[in-house]
């Protein structure tokens, strides 16, 4: 079986250098370990801070070892009673194409008909439950809200967008990074989008949302965030759910030149790690369900095949080459 590690660490974009791909023995499951034969793996921006060596909600990945993350596969050993070979199950060791997953390290999924098993990492899975806890609990979206979201083309902002129209937006303005992208966004319901490399994104988003909006979901950070602030309507709400133009900055990137109106403006901006909502999960499976089963979420996936391509599709999640999940087929 094979393995990525992580061998030094990033300064700035990561390179090929940063990483190793390394054969290894197939191991022998013992003590309710399973053995899985991994079928997708995500690549997800938090990985970045993890190949930093700072103290963060989650340690940091050690150099020399396999790193780790979200996976789908399918039992091929088991000594855990309560799974058998054939069952499919998600799990936490991605970046190899054989995982030996620890007791009640995995958890069963079931197949469904017509929907590939990667929607497990993305729509059905952690970046979907990120756009409803985002959204729903953090910004205390309401029906009749005018909503911003930047990353908007991505597994959560797209999430985002949608669920907000379905949940009765009065407006939903997304921004990304291409015209193909804004095409998509268009196309999939949100009222306006626009691509933030044609001019200041301030200037996009009061065409775009001339009235102001209620709420923004901050994908992005610096640029976006600050013209956000600048939109938002008195007692707007903002998600901080992560600062990706900042993730490969070598030198601190300015805060927001604004951030003051938060006060006469009553602004609420509120951080989260999905990860601590874990029991929403029973709220968004049959919600998004039924919204999927009614066409009133659409979803895609951008995939890359083979282990041996994962740091690139790595690479290219941090550059913007996805539109929507970004998966690596194993
Ligand atoms: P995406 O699928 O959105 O992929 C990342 C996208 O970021 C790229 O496709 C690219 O799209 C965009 N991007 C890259 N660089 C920049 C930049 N400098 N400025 C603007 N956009 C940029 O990833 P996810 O949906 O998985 O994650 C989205 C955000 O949510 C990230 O910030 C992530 O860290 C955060 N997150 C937070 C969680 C939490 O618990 N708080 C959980 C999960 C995710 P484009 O072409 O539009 O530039």
Redesign the pocket.
């Known amino acids: 079986m094979r393995e990525v590690r992580l061998v030094s660490r990033p300064v700035g974009m990561p390179t090929a250098e940063n990483f190793e791909l390394v054969e290894v023995d197939l191991p022998e499951p013992t003590d309710g370990q399973v053995l899985v034969r991994n079928h997708f793996m995500s690549v ?3 990985m970045r801070g993890r190949m930093n060596d700072v103290k963060s909600y989650v340690p940091p990945f050690e150099l020399g070892k396999a790193m780790e993350g979200g996976a789908v596969g399918e039992v091929v050993a088991s000594a855990n009673p309560a799974l058998a070979v054939g069952d499919l199950v998600l799990h936490n060791l991605g970046w190899r194409d054989v995982a030996l997953v620890p007791d009640k390290g995995a958890r069963r999924i079931e197949a469904i008909e017509g929907v590939s098993l990667s929607a497990y990492l993305g729509v059905l899975g ?2 979907g439950l ?1 756009a409803y806890v985002g959204l729903l609990d953090i910004a205390e979206f309401k029906p009749g809200d005018a909503v911003f979201v ?2 908007a ?5 797209s999430v985002v967008g949608q669920i907000a129209k379905a949940r009765g937006a009065s407006r939903v303005i997304g921004s ?3 015209a193909s ?1 804004v095409a998509w966004l268009r196309g999939i319901g949100f009222d306006a989008a626009f691509d ?1 490399h044609e001019g200041p994104v301030r200037a996009r988003l009061k065409e775009a949302a001339p009235d102001g909006i209620d709420v923004y979901f901050d ?2 950070g610096g640029e976006h965030l600050e013209a956000a602030i600048s939109a938002l309507r008195p007692y707007g709400r903002v998600a901080m ?5 900042a993730y490969n900055a070598t030198d601190a990137p300015p805060g927001p030149n604004n951030l003051s109106l938060a006060v006469g403006k009553r602004l609420t901006l509120r951080g ?3 990860s601590d909502h874990n029991r929403r999960m029973k709220d968004y499976l049959p919600e998004m369900s039924t919204w999927l089963a009614e066409g009133k979420v659409q979803w895609q996936e951008t995939v890359v095949d083979g282990l041996e391509n994962a740091t690139e599709a790595f690479q290219g ?4 080459q ?1 539109t929507g ?2 998966v690596v087929k194993l």
């Open positions: 997800d921006p938090y952690m970046p990120t930047s990353g083309a991505g597994a959560v902002g990304a990074g291409t992208k933030y994908n992005v759910c992560g600062a990706i133009s989260y790690i999905v999640l941090l550059t913007g996805n999940k970004m």
